[in-house]
């Protein structure tokens, strides 16, 4: 797809069919994430990759609010844990930076995808030991931000934008 047709068409899904990313699709999203700009070209990001069926999920799921309806990945096959280095002053913004290159390769290759935030206070928390092991954090690096991604079963609108007021031509 063309890159501001993915910019055009661009939306979080939540809602996913049974079908698995091929490791192909893997590999292309998750180097999309390694080549996005870091500060210093410190190249401080680390991936885990999580199948749906990995038990952390569900214990994630379980911490943060065992009684929801939908669970906080969208039963997505593929879930991206973004990891990066505690001793870096840039490491949030460039974890930001690198899942959003992996939102849009997504939807280029004609998948759908979130970004989930939603488990920073369960994972960073009281149990980060615990849960920096299940999740393959390096030492000395925590967990930023994570992406779902899968094949979109559902249609949704990307969000309009209101150019005049949020941007200043000085
Ligand atoms: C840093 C960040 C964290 C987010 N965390 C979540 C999340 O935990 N769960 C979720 O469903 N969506 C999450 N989103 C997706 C936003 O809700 C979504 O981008 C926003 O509603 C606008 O919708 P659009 O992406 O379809 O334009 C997150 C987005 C960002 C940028």
């Known amino acids: 797809m063309e890159f501001f047709d993915v910019l055009e068409n661009r939306s979080s899904i939540r809602k996913y069919t049974e079908e698995p990313l091929t490791e192909k699709e893997i590999y292309c ?29 569900e214990k994630i799921q379980k ?16 879930t991206f844990y973004l990891s990066a280095a505690d001793d870096f002053g840039w490491s949030d913004v460039d ?8 939102h849009l390769a997504a ?19 009281k149990k980060k030991e615990e849960y920096d092991k299940l999740l393959c954090i390096p030492e000395g690096y925590s967990y930023r931000i994570a992406i779902a991604v899968g094949h979109a079963d559902t249609e949704k ?11 200043t031509v000085k």
């Open 63 to 78: 911490d943060l609010n065992p009684e929801a309806q939908v669970n906080f990945y969208y039963d997505a096959p593929v």
């Open 95 to 102: 974890a930001g930076i690198a899942v959003e290159n992996m």
């Open 107 to 125: 939807k280029a290759l004609g998948l759908g995808s979130v970004i989930l935030g939603c488990m920073k206070k369960v994972v960073n928390g």
């Open 29 to 57: 999203i998750a180097a999309a994430g390694l080549k996005a700009p870091t500060a210093t070209n410190k190249q401080e990001i680390r991936i885990t990759v999580v199948k749906k069926d990995d038990p952390v999920q």
């Open 157 to 167: 609108v990307p969000h309009n934008i209101d150019y005049d007021r949020d941007v």
